[in-house]
């Protein structure tokens, strides 16, 4: 692994798709999910993305891995340990972690209380793990998922906002086609009302005018991707003058297929055209991804000098929901 440059912020990180692959494959063996005989290996070849994705489907197996085996509270306090020793290990000094209730609970019997219960249980215990001078921290981010319907999202909301002090911010993701902004736009009037910060997956698989809406009907104070800000001058613009920074992840962007290739990527375009732009790892568990690795590719590929990717850090720091003091 790379070694730590500098202090990182990381914005965008699900938690609920963090999970250790070791971990995921001995819970799974333990559940029955896969043969005993499966090796780590070969489970890693069954679960990773290492290819640009030909369609959802091919990944759907690996979400539903996922979602299975998170399905008692010590497992989501041994997921959210582990996601903070592996984050701290990649160099990051403050990461915001998110997860879905309805995806997390979707299958198992996890009320949505117990799973924030045992998730901020495991970030305290790796907290209080740390010595006095090692500066570390996390906050959860709460995520309203499309494809669950309004109704879901209105529930979410209410649990949002019932435990609103345990969350640093409030996330739509999932499907943007079929499930578009504006059927959210009551759930998060609610909760623009009562002051959260907001980040929508937006401006992902589609254009610019997603952006638009996430910004002007949901009251997104970040964008989650919305790399399609490239194709529309004066969106950049308003992304420049209202500080709205675009949570990148160049390598889920190229294996979803959003980008044809990672050399085509429009990070640095949009970093040199003054957006507010970070870099982030999304979904390390079906990407086998890591910040060191996204910093590297970004360099390699993406062609961002050392003082462009100390300049996304920059805006990551300046965009984070944490208490400013938490962020290098
Ligand atoms: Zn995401």
Request: proline content about 5%; aromatic content about 8%; hydrophobic content about 40%.
């Amino acid at each position: 692994m790379q070694a730590p440059g500098f202090p990182r912020t990381e914005l965008h990180r699900h938690l609920d798709v963090s999970i250790r692959l070791s971990t995921l494959h001995a819970l799974a063996q333990d559940r029955g999910l896969v043969a005993a005989s499966t090796s780590l290996a070969a489970f890693s070849d069954q679960i990773l993305i290492r290819e640009p994705m030909k369609d959802l489907a091919s990944v759907l197996g690996s979400f539903k891995i996922c979602q299975l085996v998170l399905d008692r509270p010590e497992v989501l306090e041994r997921v959210a340990h582990e996601a903070c020793e592996d984050v701290r290990a990649e160099g990051t000094s403050a990461v915001e972690l998110r997860f879905s209730p309805t995806f997390v609970g979707e299958f198992g019997k996890l009320s949505w209380s117990d799973q924030l219960d045992a998730f901020e249980a495991g970030i305290r215990r790796f907290r209080d793990s740390l010595g006095p001078t090692e500066s570390f921290d996390a906050g959860l981010i709460c995520i309203v998922s499309r494809d669950y319907g309004v109704e879901a999202a209105e529930e979410t909301v209410d649990f949002f906002l019932k435990n609103e002090g345990r969350f640093i911010g409030l996330d739509l993701a999932g499907n943007e086609i079929g499930f578009p902004n504006r059927m959210f736009e009551g759930a998060f009037a609610r909760a623009k009302h009562a002051g959260a910060r907001i980040t929508i997956h937006s401006g992902e698989a589609l254009g610019p005018e997603t952006i638009w809406s996430a910004i002007e009907g949901l009251g997104a104070r970040r964008i989650g991707h919305g790399i399609a800000a490239v194709r529309d001058a004066e969106l950049m613009a308003k992304l420049r003058s209202d500080d709205i920074c675009l949570e990148v992840c160049p390598t889920s962007n190229w294996l979803t297929q959003v980008v044809p290739s990672l050399e085509a990527h429009p990070l640095p375009q949009l970093l040199r055209a003054g957006v507010p732009v970070c870099i982030n790892t999304d979904d390390p568990t079906l990407f086998g991804n890591n910040l060191p690795h996204e910093i590297d590719i970004s360099k390699r590929f993406l062609r961002l000098t050392d003082a462009e990717v100390s300049l996304c850090f920059e805006h990551a720091r300046r965009a984070s929901f944490l208490p400013q003091s938490a962020c290098p």
